[in-house]
């Protein structure tokens, strides 16, 4: 095989950001400006596509579309999408651009799977690479002046694009930045080559590229209205607040602090919604405070950045796509959300939502008051249904049951939650029947003892991976009727209840600090955990190998001492909150979550080969759950369901259901 590096730089007049590739790309001022590559490590080569009558070579051309020639890119995906833009793919039956797909190789993904971090810099750095080989810092300021509009002005000639024309010397230095692009992609390739992508998860690389590709229609319509009404309501609840309180701004938290605690004579210290839902909840101050504390609570719920987003990046054609971010959660390998984010969209408790669906088109804001209350609630709770199948089509939705109750419970060898799921499957009330010793045929409505089944819920939901009360106090146990006082029975019961899974925690945290340590090998219920090393690229790795075959990696491991003396188990990944690349703690219970989230994320994507081949297009997915949009005459839930259902290959004894529904537009059931 050849291989050919390939760095692009792009203009658009739309947001990349805000509205994604696809739209991006199909902008009709879309351009490609530089044309970056390298064949077989030959030193790279910068076409200028910006020079009238300059197109891509013909020897290049020839190696992009020969298959025996691989294409590497970081981030390839938005390279596959912009040239099959630039050489009209779309406009080719005959050569769509999922044809060439499975010739490219994303060095993201790479870096994802390998445990370090989503950009091109940060990778560069995290691996150490010399200053030589690192993206080039001016790379941000250059692209914004030559990549996106700019803002007309009397000293730019009122024009709205930097041309290269306008600045020689910035375009000399942008094509080497788009240069060194390739050579750091090639570096980062190079030195993880020894820890390559199973052929398997290139698969579902590409099967998530295709989903991206073929996007989800949404019903304009409905966002429109459902934007107009919450415009209207955040502006009827402001005006009304300004009328009460006679401040100028009602919005500003320092004024209305002040306001409020004139009003309660009570320091306030934040207007957070929980500080403000707790003075509601002991019905403090006058009729006026109280009234505007109910106002804040619906202004903090009017947020329509959701319906914003839609209308944002919808494409031509009425569709979204790229709203599925592969490789998105590298410790485990699920996906994560982009663009409207549906891994993150509030769930749907609203009856009758066809109607509510109507008034909103009507912008019937009377009728939503008389028929369901709170406006703003109940655009929040719509959002979902903005997404809908084509004419003539409906949508097949089927989501795996308890997924990660069944899959830590096979995972440890908890025989009596397996046997749960073979038969019954009633898992929350079996919980609560073993830890509570009450029969569990008296754990039914209209039995006293029904109430033990919301604590064998929360238990199930919110113990599985070590936590304590406070784990339970996150999964809402609070918020459920349960008193804090009894939450450490309820966590000493499950565990009590669950011993195998206990001591799977302790298991993998054995196993993982003796790989660390031993540099051997080392397993915990099947799954092995060993340190890898490329000494010459200095790099090391504790991996853990899943029943799947795929391995989680954990860059640089070494051993810590936690909070309470003891060894525990460190690695380097991207902080979350700071954005830093820095030591992570981790433990047992914590291992644990990894590998069942991540085993769970293998069996949903066996399950979406499975429904792809057997002709069930899939338009999204969310967590464990998957959105098929098929011709109505074409809608078999059950044989949806049954695919789910069926024994996972590596994991023939797992027991697995599925559940779902049929409907023209996206819920929640």
Not at 522 to 528: D, V
Not at 614 to 631: N, R, S, T
């Amino acid at each position: 095989m050849h291989h050919m590096s390939i760095d692009i730089e792009t203009f658009s007049s739309v947001d990349l950001g805000k509205c994604g590739m696809y739209k991006y790309a199909e902008s009709p001022d879309f351009q490609i400006l530089l044309f970056a590559c390298s064949l077989d490590g030959a030193p790279v080569q910068v076409v200028d596509l910006t020079r009238p009558g300059t197109y891509l070579p013909e020897e290049v051309c020839r190696w992009l579309f020969n298959p025996q020639c691989l294409k590497h890119a970081y981030n390839a995906a938005f390279e596959w999408c912009c040239l099959s833009r630039y050489l009209g793919l779309a406009q080719n039956p005959s050569y769509p651009p999922e044809k060439w797909l499975s010739q490219w190789r994303c060095t993201q993904l790479q870096s994802l799977y390998c445990g370090y971090p989503f950009s091109l810099d940060a990778a560069g750095k995290a691996l150490g690479l010399p200053q030589d080989k690192q993206k080039m810092t001016a790379g941000k300021a250059l692209i914004r002046y030559f990549c996106t509009p700019c803002k007309p002005t009397k000293s730019n000639g009122n024009r709205s694009r930097n041309l290269p024309h306008h600045d020689p010397d910035k375009w000399e230095l942008f094509k080497a930045y788009n240069a060194q692009d390739v050579v750091t992609e090639m570096e980062i390739a190079r030195r993880l080559s020894n820890f390559p992508i199973p052929a398997e998860i290139q698969r579902q690389w590409e099967l998530n590229q295709i989903i991206n590709l073929r996007g989800v229609a949404v019903d304009l319509k409905l966002v429109d209205a459902a934007l107009w009404c919450g415009d209207t309501v955040r502006r009827e609840l402001t005006e009304e607040a300004v009328r009460l309180t006679g401040l100028n701004n009602p919005n500003s938290v320092a004024q209305l602090t002040k306001w409020l605690e004139e009003e309660t004579e009570e320091e306030i210290k934040d207007l957070r919604k929980e500080t403000v839902a707790g003075l509601l909840g002991r019905d403090v101050g006058s009729d006026a405070a109280i009234r505007m504390l109910e106002i804040r609570q619906m202004l903090g719920k009017t947020s329509t950045k959701k319906y914003n987003a839609i209308e944002t990046c919808v494409c031509s054609d009425g569709r979204v796509r790229g709203l599925l971010q592969f490789y998105g959660a590298n410790r485990t390998g699920r996906e994560a959300g982009r663009l409207v984010q549906v891994q993150n969209l509030p769930r749907t408790y609203l009856k009758a939502l066809n109607l509510a669906r109507q008034l909103v088109k009507e912008r019937n804001l009377n009728g939503l008051r008389l028929c369901y209350g709170g406006i703003p609630d109940t655009l929040s709770q719509l959002i979902r249904t903005a997404f809908v199948a084509a004419p003539g089509k409906v949508f097949i939705d089927a989501d795996f049951s308890a997924i990660e109750a069944r899959v830590i419970a096979w995972l440890a060898g908890e025989e009596w939650v397996l046997e749960v799921f073979r038969t019954h499957g009633r898992i929350y009330e079996a919980t609560a029947s073993q830890m509570f010793g009450i029969p569990l045929e008296k754990i039914k409505k209209g039995e006293p003892e029904y109430s033990y089944r919301q604590k064998g819920k929360v238990a199930t939901l919110a113990l599985g991976y070590q936590g304590g009360p406070g784990a339970l106090i996150n999964m809402g146990a609070l918020d459920n009727g349960l008193a804090e006082d009894e939450l450490p029975d309820i966590v000493e019961r499950w565990r009590k209840a669950n011993p195998h899974i206990v001591q799977f925690w302790y298991d993998a945290e054995c196993a993982a600090l003796s790989a660390v340590n031993q540099g051997t090998q080392a397993t915990a219920r099947g799954i092995r955990f060993a340190r890898e090393c490329d000494p010459d690229n200095n790099l090391d790795f504790l991996t853990i190998r899943l029943p799947s075959g795929r391995k989680l990696y954990y860059a640089r491991p070494h051993i810590g001492v936690n909070r309470f003396g003891r060894d525990s188990l460190c690695y380097y990944g991207m902080n979350q909150t700071s954005k830093k690349w820095e030591a992570t703690e981790t433990y047992g219970g914590k291992l644990v979550e990894n590998i069942t989230q991540a085993v769970a994320r293998d069996c949903l994507f066996e399950a979406m080969a499975r429904l792809e081949a057997a002709g069930f297009p899939i338009v999204f997915d969310v967590h464990d759950e998957i959105v098929i949009e098929v011709d109505k005459g074409c809608a078999s839930l059950d044989k949806v369901v049954g695919t789910m259902s069926r024994p996972i290959s590596w994991a023939p004894d797992l027991p697995l259901n599925a559940d779902g529904w049929i409907d023209e537009y996206f819920r929640k059931d």
